[in-house]
T-cell receptor
Framework: KAGVTQTPRYLIKTRGQQVTLSCSPI?????VSWYQQTPGQGLQFLFE???????NKGNFPGRFSGRQFSNSRSEMNVSTLELGDSALYLC????????????FGPGTRLLVL | LAKTTQPISMDSYEGQEVNITCSHN???????ITWYQQFPSQGPRFIIQ???TKVTNEVASLFIPADRKSSTLSLPRVSLSDTAVYYC????????????FGPGTRLSVLP
């Protein structure tokens, strides 16, 4: 089976812009979670989607949002980018919601200038 | 406030056994503890997952005491290629899941 794929792999944006990142889960996996990784804060949970519904949400401002499509593919959007949003954004998929083994993609590295 | 802690770094020599402990309070009653390995510029890679007592697979063992307030990842006979950052992942809170990674332990394996 193909692994989790994320596009784009690298992205440069300027403050105030918005960005959309995409994640395709492993075939058959129905849950997709998103994480932000920075040197200072480590890996932080953003949100989890299952069956097109957000099931869990971490402690991030409303500028961070996401959605999931009927084929389980997911997108996350960050609006009004700030310098502090520069990070590696990781997507993980699992067969079912919450707690099961999550398989991570390679991430999208976002640089905000 | 729920918190997960790990040693920041560890050094070991090739062929030795390495044990990395993650401490976590307020862990969800019915959820697993998972450990991941991460190399630079890559996503975390699954190592092992357990719920209680001991779990072993072809690459590691995981020890979880009865109170589930900690877990220990054991890597037998490490090699240079095991140099990486190791994270525990737990689910905190029984009402609405919040996935929380530990801060990570940077393991350096020396020849």
């Amino acid at each position: 089976k193909a692994g989790v794929t994320q596009t784009p792999r690298y992205l440069i944006k300027t403050r105030g812009q918005q960005v959309t990142l995409s994640c395709s889960p492993i075939s058959g996996h129905r849950s997709v979670s998103w994480y932000q990784q920075t040197p200072g804060q480590g890996l932080q949970f953003l949100f989890e989607y299952f069956s097109e519904t957000q099931r869990n949400k971490g402690n991030f401002p409303g500028r961070f949002s996401g959605r999931q499509f009927s084929n389980s593919r997911s997108e996350m959007n960050v609006s009004t980018l700030e310098l502090g949003d520069s990070a590696l954004y990781l997507c993980a998929s699992s067969p079912d919601v919450g707690g099961e083994t999550q398989y991570f993609g390679p991430g999208t590295r976002l640089l905000v200038l | 406030l729920a918190k997960t802690t790990q040693p920041i770094s560890m050094d070991s020599y090739e062929g030795q056994e390495v044990n990395i402990t993650c401490s976590h309070n307020n862990i969800a009653t019915n959820d697993y503890i998972t450990w991941y390995q991460q190399f630079p510029s890559q996503g975390p890679r699954f190592i092992i997952q357990g719920y209680k007592t001991k779990v072993t697979n072809e690459v590691a063992s995981l020890f979880i005491p009865a109170d589930r307030k900690s877990s220990t990842l054991s890597l037998p006979r490490v090699s240079l290629s095991d140099t990486a950052v190791y994270y525990c992942l737990v689910v905190l809170g029984n009402y609405g899941q919040n996935f929380v990674f530990g801060p990570g332990t940077r393991l350096s394996v020396l020849p």
